[in-house]
C-alpha cells in the first residue's frame, strides 16, 4: 500500500519504510535553466587541470634547473695517453696551433740574433736559454703589452695557440720535464718539472729524434750537438727556421743559436745556414749524417 501525492510537475510515491523514488527526474538536458550551470562548472573545472598541470611541470623544470646548478663540475682529466712524460694537456693536437706555435718560435729566436730582447735575463743567455726564451714567449699572449715590453721590432705574424697560453696553461712557467717516466698527477707538485732545462734536459726529456736527415726537419725543430771533452756543458742546441723571416736568401735551412759563454766573453747568437755549417772549419760541428758528434733533428714532444 503506499500513498500518492501530486506535484505540479512531479509525481512522488512514498512506501511504507519512508523510501522514496522519484517516478519522473527532471532531465537537465531537457531544462535549458541549468544548461549554463553545468557549462560553468566544466569550464572552471577544465581551468583547474590545466592550472594544476602547468604547477606540476614548472615544479619539475625547478627540480631539473636546481640538479643541474647543484651538478658537481668535473675536473680537468690529465691522461699521457701517448706516455712520451708530458701531460695530453699541453701538447698541441690541432694543426693550426702546431704551425702558429713554430712561426712565433722560430720568430722570437730569430729576433734575438738581430737584437737580444730585454725581457731575456741576460744570466740564461745561452744556447739552451735561447730555446727555453723563444718556447716560453711564443706561448704567451701576443697583446699590446706583450709587443711593448718586446720592442718595436716585432710585429704580429700569426694568430696565437688557441690550446692554452702560457699564463693560463697547465704547466704554466714549468714546461720542462727533467726526468725519463711517464706522466703522472703528483709531477705537477714535485720537481718534475721545471722553469729550467739545459740542452741534455731538453734532448733526452722534451724532444724526440726525427732524423738525422735535414729533408725531414720542420720549422722549430731543434739540432743536438754532443762534444764529450767539454766538461760543464758537453751538448749544444740550435734551432731550425727553414725559411727565415729577415734576409732569407731564398734559402730554407736557416738555424739559430747561441754560441755559449766562454771565459773570454759572454758568448752571441748568431745565424746560419746549414749549407754553410757543413763546411765548417772543425768537423766536430758539421750537421751531417757522418759526424758523429752531430746527434740529429728533434721535436718538440709538445708538437709531436
Excluded at 704567451?140 to 700569426?158: C, I, N, S, V
Amino acid at each position: 500500500m503506499s500513498e500518492k501525492f501530486k506535484g505540479n510537475k512531479e509525481e512522488i510515491r512514498f512506501d511504507r519504510r519512508g523510501s522514496s523514488g522519484l517516478e519522473k527526474s527532471l532531465n537537465a538536458d531537457q531544462n535549458p535553466l541549468m544548461r549554463p550551470a553545468l557549462h560553468i562548472t566544466l569550464g572552471l573545472l577544465l581551468l583547474a587541470a590545466a592550472l594544476l598541470n602547468s604547477a606540476c611541470r614548472q615544479g619539475a623544470q625547478s627540480k631539473t634547473r636546481a640538479a643541474a646548478v647543484a651538478a658537481p663540475v668535473a675536473e680537468p682529466r690529465w691522461a699521457d695517453e701517448d706516455r712520451d712524460g708530458i701531460p695530453d694537456r699541453a701538447e698541441l693536437r690541432v694543426y693550426g696551433d702546431r704551425e702558429n706555435f713554430r712561426r712565433w718560435f722560430t720568430a722570437i729566436a730569430e729576433a734575438q740574433f738581430y737584437r737580444a730582447s730585454g725581457a731575456w735575463n741576460e744570466e740564461q743567455r745561452d744556447c739552451a736559454g735561447l730555446v727555453r726564451f723563444s718556447w716560453r714567449e711564443a706561448l704567451r699572449t701576443h697583446d699590446r703589452a706583450w709587443f711593448q715590453k718586446m720592442g718595436a721590432e716585432y710585429e704580429p705574424l700569426a694568430p696565437d695557440v688557441r690550446a692554452y697560453t702560457l699564463e693560463r696553461g697547465p704547466l704554466r712557467e714549468r714546461l720542462f720535464r727533467t726526468s725519463f717516466g711517464t706522466f703522472e698527477e703528483t709531477d705537477l707538485t714535485g720537481e718534475t718539472f721545471s722553469e729550467y732545462a739545459d740542452a741534455r734536459t731538453l734532448k733526452e726529456f722534451n724532444c724526440e729524434f726525427v732524423s738525422r736527415e735535414r729533408a725531414q726537419a720542420l720549422p722549430g725543430d731543434l739540432l743536438f750537438f754532443h762534444q764529450p771533452w767539454v766538461q760543464k756543458y758537453p751538448y749544444h742546441v740550435m734551432i731550425f727556421m727553414g725559411e727565415a723571416r729577415e734576409a732569407a736568401e731564398g734559402a730554407s735551412d736557416w738555424v739559430v743559436y747561441h754560441t755559449g759563454a766562454s771565459p773570454r766573453d759572454v758568448g752571441e747568437v748568431r745565424k746560419a745556414r746549414l749549407s754553410t755549417l757543413e763546411r765548417h772549419p772543425d768537423r766536430r760541428w758539421r750537421p751531417l749524417v757522418n759526424n758523429r758528434n752531430f746527434l740529429g733533428f728533434y721535436r718538440l714532444k709538445i708538437l709531436n
